[in-house]
């Protein structure tokens, strides 16, 4: 990668954060070639503080450091697209992102968690999930079990219509039921992504 760093009278180039996992872009930081070896060499994403007038390595004082994955230049070589695991919120303030956003997947199955975690803190008059989760985990993990065995049932069969549908039965039991133990899809996602990487 040959990044050219006299575009810019500082010498300084903007580097975007992209969270590797989900695609959410996380903030926008400057960084000079020192700060890019650094960041090589440490696998910690760390900048060039204009503020500061110094290498400052996202985290150094609150400890959510962004682990490298990747850099990539763009096509003119003036600007950087760094891939990064956030280890807590990245801005300052606390959020998630810089830019105040969730730092979630955007695909359709991270917002139907959402939409199942606000059935459980705020349950709705006759919101189905909302009775589930007033029956208890019992009711719960048997419904889980029920729609595992509908979807072993229709998988011996050729209707792929029936067999998706009780595929997204199952999806979504076992969302809710994820959520009756406080966990979500992303943490099943870190499990297996430890076992990957082993």
């Not at 992209?18 to 000079?32: A, H, K, P, S, V």
């Not at 810089?98 to 968690?113: A, G, M, P, R, T």
């Not at 606000?118 to 029956?135: D, I, M, T």
């Not at 999806?171 to 943490?187: Q, T």
């Amino acid at each position: 990668m040959k990044v050219d760093y006299s575009k810019y009278a500082d010498g300084l180039v903007p580097a975007i954060v992209q969270d590797e996992r989900t695609g959410r872009i996380l903030m926008l930081g400057f960084m000079n070639e020192e700060a890019v070896n650094k960041t090589k060499a440490s696998g910690k994403v760390t900048f060039y503080s204009r503020s500061k007038k110094r290498l400052w390595t996202k985290g150094e004082e609150s400890g959510n450091f962004l682990d490298l994955k990747n850099i990539l230049a763009d096509c003119d070589n003036d600007t950087l697209l760094i891939k990064a695991i956030p280890r807590g919120p990245v801005c300052h303030t606390g959020a998630d992102t810089c830019f105040s956003e969730k730092n979630q997947s955007i695909d359709f199955v991270y917002l139907l968690e959402e939409v199942i975690e606000g059935r459980r803190q705020n349950p709705a008059e006759g919101s189905y999930v909302s009775g589930l989760f007033k029956k208890g985990i019992n009711a719960i993990a048997q419904k889980v079990g029920e729609e595992a065995v509908e979807l072993v049932i229709e998988a011996k069969d050729n209707d792929e219509n029936r067999f998706l549908n009780e595929a997204a039965d199952l999806l979504f039991h076992y969302m809710i039921l994820l959520k009756a133990k406080n966990c979500n899809l992303k943490d099943v996602v870190t499990v297996l992504e430890k076992r990957h990487s082993a």
